[in-house]
């Protein structure tokens, strides 16, 4: 994995940096809670959280847009090396541009702040935070952060996801990309501009008590459980995740290392909610990749569930099987 380690420090030898172009700033707010700038290990699925401030040099002049986007390199989802490992280093191929943010502003000033989580997978992601102005002036932050992994060639993937005890109430819902492991955020995938890039992305909703499950075909502007309306997330960009219930023990699940062992725990159909999370259940569940056709298949054991007594919230240790990236595959 040399050749890849070096491609990782070519990335991060650009620094983080600032574009100017007209009469206003975007500054990080630097402390030892925020990123503000590249790092070179990030441990994987870690969660971090940046701060910035964008402000106009004249007070006649006013904020338009900030926009936040990320990209990945290599993909964030895992997949199976070749055998000869030349031929992926050779061809590493990043996953398309994703933004997270993109909103109209009025005003001098803007605060944003973000907590969000690291990659699971080996590899480097470029956050850009950019600013624009009435006159067409803009100014822009990024930052680089690399994940290291010795394991990046086994058959299957691990991460463990962590969630918090999140604050009551709607807004503290979850949207799990379950075959990353990112922790996508509400105001991206729900927001009031329609993201169908982070919604094909979201696998399952983790309700606001951190005990339940629900896959995003089966919620409505009328469902009891989470009201999501038609139009802000259309149906076809939503992706049916099943989850079954497995006999396997903690140990059951360290056992299954290969495809064939985690996906023969899925024998469907599965069910599309998860009414109650226990401590060291273990989940096999099938989810899709964007493309809405070809499946991916993972085991989800239950670490922590909320109790009320901590901050610990539910955290899931998840085992994917993985599969070999086709030649010209997005």
Excluded at 58 to 77: C, G, H, M
Excluded at 130 to 150: E, I
Excluded at 280 to 295: E, H, I, K, N, S
Aim: proline content about 5%; glycine content about 6%; some cysteine.
């Amino acid at each position: 994995m040399r050749v890849l380690l070096v491609l990782l420090s070519a990335l991060l030898l650009a620094g983080c940096g600032a574009k100017n172009s007209g009469p206003l700033d975007v500054f990080f707010i630097s402390s030892s809670r925020f990123t503000s700038g590249n790092r070179t290990s990030v441990g994987a699925g870690d969660t971090l959280a940046t701060r910035l401030y964008a402000l106009t040099n004249d007070q006649s002049n006013q904020l338009t847009r900030f926009k936040v986007t990320v990209a990945y390199t290599p993909r964030r989802e895992p997949f199976a090396y070749p055998t000869q490992l030349s031929l992926f280093i050779n061809n590493v191929q990043p996953d398309p541009e994703v933004t997270y943010l993109d909103t109209t502003l009025t005003g001098t000033d803007f605060l944003y702040t973000s907590v969000f989580g690291a990659r699971t997978t080996a590899g480097t992601e470029r956050w850009t935070f950019t600013a624009q102005d009435k006159a067409g002036n803009s100014a822009s932050r990024f930052f680089v952060l690399a994940v290291r992994r010795a394991d990046s060639t086994n058959i299957y993937h691990d991460y463990t996801l962590r969630l918090r005890v999140p604050a009551t109430g709607v807004s503290a819902r979850r949207f799990i990309d379950l075959k990353s492991g990112l922790a996508l955020p509400a105001y991206s995938v729900v927001g009031q501009v329609t993201n169908p890039t982070l919604q094909q992305l979201t696998d399952v909703i983790v309700l606001p008590d951190g005990l339940r499950l629900v896959s995003p075909d089966t919620l409505s502007a009328t469902s009891p459980l989470l009201r999501l309306s038609d139009l802000r997330w259309p149906t076809s960009n939503r992706r049916s995740t099943r989850f079954q219930l497995t006999a396997l023990t903690p140990t059951g699940f360290t056992s299954a290392r290969d495809s064939v062992a985690i996906r023969g725990q899925f024998t469907g159909p599965g069910r599309a909610y998860v009414a109650a999370l226990a401590l060291d259940q273990v989940y096999a569940f099938r989810t899709f990749r964007a493309d809405g056709v070809t499946p991916v298949y993972g085991l989800m054991r239950v670490l922590s569930v909320p109790n009320g007594t901590s901050a610990v919230g539910l955290q899931l240790q998840i085992r994917l099987a993985k599969r070999r990236r086709l030649a010209g595959e997005l």
